[in-house]
């Protein structure tokens, strides 16, 4: 469990931070989806399902597994919603290249 600050930040201890770079580059789909998301600065679930033939379903389980460990955070614009990575996020896609 990720505990948040007063401004509603997660605080994320060292353990945790390993765990969840560990979780995205564990997973192929996940590690892709957050480079996909890298490259385009800013992407829908769609438009992530036609850029990696990964199935609707799995995308959206995934950016939510991702926003929920502060990888990625999201802008709502009418019916869509628009992720993108946190710094953290973009620390964690960078870090190997």
């Known amino acids: ?3 948040l600050n007063v401004m509603n930040k997660p605080i994320l201890t060292d353990e945790d931070k390993v765990r969840i ?3 995205v580059y564990s997973n ?3 590690l892709l989806i957050a480079t996909q998301i890298h490259k385009l600065k800013e992407s829908s679930a ?3 399902t036609r ?3 990964i199935k ?3 995308i959206t389980m995934y950016l939510k597994e991702m926003e929920e460990a502060g ?3 999201t802008r709502r614009e009418s019916y869509y ?3 993108s990575l946190t710094p953290f996020g973009e620390k964690i896609i960078t870090l190997f290249n």
């Open 56 to 58: 609707a379903n799995l």
């Open 71 to 73: 990888i990625m955070k």
């Open 1 to 3: 469990m990720i505990l």
């Open 51 to 53: 850029l990696t033939g």
């Open 46 to 48: 769609d438009e992530l």
């Open 28 to 30: 192929p789909k996940k």
């Open 21 to 23: 770079i560990a979780s």
């Open 81 to 83: 919603v628009f992720y």
